[in-house]
């Protein structure tokens, strides 16, 4: 049983729906008979929830009548006064609410429970608005806001007691609708939709439905954590900055949607799911290829917690004539299906992925074992910082879990605060809860993107002597058991330093150190001189290919001791290992091939645990306690491990 939605499945598979024959005309193209054949097609491909959109000026269709001067005079429905009822009142149209009647008792029949996205006023491209509505601000305007409050009470308190629908959600991607000038005021329209919901029905969890949130801006992550009850990430790489930067089918891109999904659930404090995913058709790849990314995408979601996924979308709409079918050619091919119904391979593989997950020896994956805590900094691109630091730690072998600056610092043995960047720094109240917790034990990992510290000499044991604009990129040498190891990475400033007390692990060719390791009280203390984390993350290439960008061995360098409570280790950066103990004795492994290569690798395994039991894939052990995995192309093995 899904906990989060209440799903049958430990992991639940599903997408966001409208009809094959009409896309978002369905509710005035009203055909249930299509509809049941639709529903039929992917309750047997093994689609258990779908997202579905009563779009906005269909259920609302209110006019503004004027009198002389263009004064407003009030609102109809065309020609006809608004009825003296409820429905009327909140200008809902009795004829659509009944077509959505109709609708859920067509998915009750094929057991297919829906996320109803209320607000659907954005749309694959164009904005759908009532026309009493056209030309204001959607977000802002009072009026405006008035009737999304008294469209979402109406349609919730009427539907609330369908037993199909499983939660509400604000809307598709509401952030897009129109224009917000401050946080506040993305706050207030969250709060007043949020609010109405809630107040008709507080039974049911409540979705935010948004996309592109961060955790300084306009639409934060924290605001929309604190006004619902689940976040969700649409995580296309198609669209994502820095993520169509590789291959479909490799690290990059097919771990985008568990690394952003974390990255919400983590400073927004809320549970968090991939609500849309895909990879926008075959303009950017082959059916089998998307198949590989779904395939790779959705164990990686798996085996990191996240509860389930949704595809964007059910259907192909090829033949769609009304907009914005007409003038987004991207938006005709992204089904799991076509309009005729052929399941394609991404369907197949998600469907057949969702029974080996319930086929488990164990109702739900135990929690993965985290080993750092990475902080993110105010002045940052905070989205570069996290991918890079996200993909050195599964390169290197170990994993971590997101905060920003304003968060409690949790308890941890192993700290990180990558790319410190601009003259603000760390909070100082933030930054001294940090420095106790080193001297009382704790690693720390920092690196600079031309960013300030305090009390950077007593942590680190460098002292700056000078600072200069680089004027080609920084090469630092990694010391590696086989010899240096060079490193060509990006950086605008290079700092002169005098080495104090400080060990050197890296240094450029004329000796200026890039990481070092230092003790401060009874913890310890990394610095790299160098923004790695961007340098990852914003250069094509390089994460798909580790062997020549290896920037992962400085994390492999710096995770050495926090890496040692770890069953398996691996020296294969295309392999991303998760462990999920299961009490002292028993743990299992998750090892995913982020890449399109079948992969030969050798895990040695820690003194005194051996394989118990393959549960996917091939694995086998030799006498000497390493473990021989073969791991297909964007796939993976699952193994039970004991030390008994």
Known sequence: MNQLLHLPSTFFVGCN?????AGT?????WNPGQVDLDLRRLSEAGI????VFPLWPDFQPIENMYAGEGEHF??????ERLPDTEAGKAGMSVEMMARFQAFTDIAKKYDIKLIVGLVTGWMSGRLFVPPALRGKAILTDPDAIRWQVRFVQYFVKQMKHNESIIAWDLGNECNVMGKVDSQEEAYVWTA?????????????????????????GKWTMQDQGELTDILTTHPYPFWTTYMDFDPLTSMRPTIHATMESLLYAQIGEKPCFAEEMGTMGPMVCGEEVAAAFARTSMISQW?????GLLWWCANDQTKLNHAPYDWVACEGELGLMTEEGRMKPALQEMGRLKKVIQAMPFENLPARRVEAVCILNTTQDHWATAIGAFLLAKQAGFDLDFRFEDQPLPDANFYMLPCVTGVFGVAKQRWE?????????????MSSNNGYMLNFAELTGLTVQNRRRRASDAVAYLQGDSGDIPLTIPSTFKLDFRNDRAEVLAAEADGNPVLTKATYG??????CALPVELAMSQQPGVSYNPEQFPYWKMYETISLASRNARVLHINEPHIGITEHPTNLNTTIAVLINYSEEDKEVSLELKAGWHVEESLYGQSSQDVKGTLNVHVAANDAVIVTLSNN
Not at 303 to 307: D, K, M, Q, R, T
């Open 17 to 21: 729906y409208w009809a094959s024959h």
């Open 25 to 29: 005309a369905m509710w005035s193209d």
């Open 48 to 51: 258990e929830v779908i997202r």
């Open 74 to 79: 009030g609102y109809r429905f065309g020609e």
């Open 192 to 216: 007043s939709i949020a609010n109405a919901i809630k107040a008709k029905d507080a039974t049911r969890p409540l979705i935010s439905g948004m996309h592109s949130l961060q955790p300084k």
């Open 303 to 307: 085996a990191h917690g996240l509860p």
């Open 433 to 445: 809860q940090l420095l106790t917790k080193v001297r009382d034990g704790a690693t720390l990992y």
């Open 522 to 527: 009874k913890g310890t203390v990394y610095f």
